[in-house]
């Protein structure tokens, strides 16, 4: 599903990473595992182009996204995004949060059908009765898209069982509600792929496991992830894969088993050794 190919990234003169080279298939739960500073959240970043890599490629469905011809904004449409800090909309109701994008990109391309056929209609004046251009089918309204999008939003919160919580505001909810919902608010636009950027570092211990859940949930169902994190257990437990990295680059790549009782690079001996407190 996605090919990164030599990616690189500075800052300045400083290379944050340093040629990247991995492949995602679909199904895949991929952990990444690193220090602090290693790389890890620029490199998720750029794998939607949150951040614009310095070189190299970034393979999505067979499209190279970080071709700066490519429109970004399509494709990002498949690939989930999910923050440390939520990211949701304080001024929108839970429900409005979840609806946004689907209700956004649904009426952006009605928009778009309706321009097109105003565009055949007067076109179509000017032709013979055997040129004449059909019109595109329009199916749905504004307002059939809107209720659609309502109602997969609640059919979602209902699913972690937060349907009570639909027209109240996010400041009124724990964190990690907060974050159970921002997981389904990228649900909502039916991804490929969900990318986690570290998403229980700022939650409560007590409330890790409410979010580790429905994350587990979703790997049962099939759907592709990439996870920074520090949660251990969870890595060892989900992941079909796990990346070590350090200074800008993947030192390790192996299944979890492998990772954990035979780790090669010394590096990845030496963190995991402090991490996990083995010798």
């Known amino acids: 599903m996605i090919d990164v190919i030599d990616l690189k990234k500075n800052y300045g003169g400083h290379e944050v990473l340093k040629g990247i080279n991995v492949t995602i298939n679909r199904g895949?739960?991929?952990?990444?595992?690193?220090?602090?500073?290693?790389?890890?959240?620029?490199?998720?970043?750029?794998?939607n182009c949150m951040e614009d890599p310095s070189s190299g490629k970034v393979v999505f469905n067979g499209v190279d996204i970080a071709d700066m011809s490519v429109?970004?904004?399509?494709?990002?449409?498949?690939?989930?995004?999910?923050?440390?800090?939520?990211?949701?909309?304080?001024?929108?109701?839970?429900?409005?949060?979840?609806?946004?994008?689907?209700?956004?990109?649904?009426?952006?391309?009605?928009?778009?059908?309706?321009?097109?056929?105003?565009?055949t209609l007067l076109l179509n004046l000017f032709r013979g009765a055997s040129k004449k251009v059909p019109l595109e089918e329009i199916s749905v309204s504004k307002?059939?898209?809107?209720?659609?999008?309502?109602?997969?939003?609640?059919?979602?919160?209902?699913?972690?069982?937060?349907?009570?919580?639909?027209?109240?505001?996010?400041?009124?909810?724990?964190?990690?509600?907060?974050?159970?919902?921002?997981?389904?608010?990228?649900?909502?636009?039916?991804p490929d792929v969900i990318l986690f950027d570290e998403p229980t570092s700022a939650l409560d211990p007590e409330m890790v496991g409410e979010v580790l859940d429905l994350m587990k949930a979703l790997a049962l169902e099939g759907m592709t992830m990439i996870i920074v994190t520090h949660e251990?257990?969870?890595?060892?437990?989900?992941?079909?894969?796990?990346?070590?990295?350090?200074?800008?680059?993947?030192?390790?790549?192996?299944?979890?088993e492998e990772f954990f009782s035979h780790p090669k690079h010394p590096r990845l001996k030496d963190f995991l050794s402090k991490v996990l407190s083995i010798e």
């Open 28 to 47: 895949d739960i991929v952990v990444v595992l690193g220090p602090s500073g290693s790389g890890k959240s620029t490199f998720l970043r750029c794998l």
């Open 71 to 119: 429109n970004i904004n399509i494709h990002r449409r498949r690939m989930g995004m999910v923050f440390q800090h939520f990211n949701l909309f304080n001024n929108k109701t839970v429900v409005q949060n979840i609806m946004m994008a689907p209700v956004y990109v649904q009426c952006q391309e009605l928009r778009r059908a309706k321009r097109s056929n105003m565009r």
């Open 143 to 190: 307002k059939q898209i809107i209720a659609q999008a309502r109602k997969q939003a609640l059919d979602l919160l209902k699913r972690i069982g937060l349907e009570d919580k639909a027209d109240v505001y996010p400041s009124t909810l724990s964190g990690g509600q907060k974050q159970r919902v921002a997981i389904i608010r990228s649900m909502a636009m039916n």
């Open 232 to 256: 251990m257990g969870f890595a060892k437990e989900v992941a079909n894969r796990i990346l070590f990295m350090d200074d800008g680059v993947i030192l390790e790549s192996a299944p979890p």
